[in-house]
């Protein structure tokens, strides 16, 4: 799996009330491993919650899991 269909996973999984979301971040870190990156960029506008409370609690929730989040504009 990609590092975009793993992202991609992940905004389906918010949109869907966070539905598997540990599976999908799980998915993401291995992709992110296996391609050699840091992080996963996300687009703040397909967030469900896109204030800055939200991306930090994303970046917090992420983090806990082993992956760094960055948001792109």
């Not at 291995?30 to 609690?57: H, M, P, W, Y």
């Amino acid at each position: 799996m990609s590092i975009e269909q793993a992202t991609e996973a992940i905004y389906s999984s918010m949109q869907n009330d966070n539905e598997d979301i540990d599976l999908h971040i799980k998915n993401l870190k291995v992709a992110i491993k296996g391609a050699g990156a840091k992080e996963a960029i996300f687009d703040t506008c397909r967030l469900v919650q896109s204030n800055r409370e939200g991306r930090k609690r994303m970046q917090s929730y992420f983090k806990k899991r082993g992956v760094k989040v960055v948001f792109s504009k």
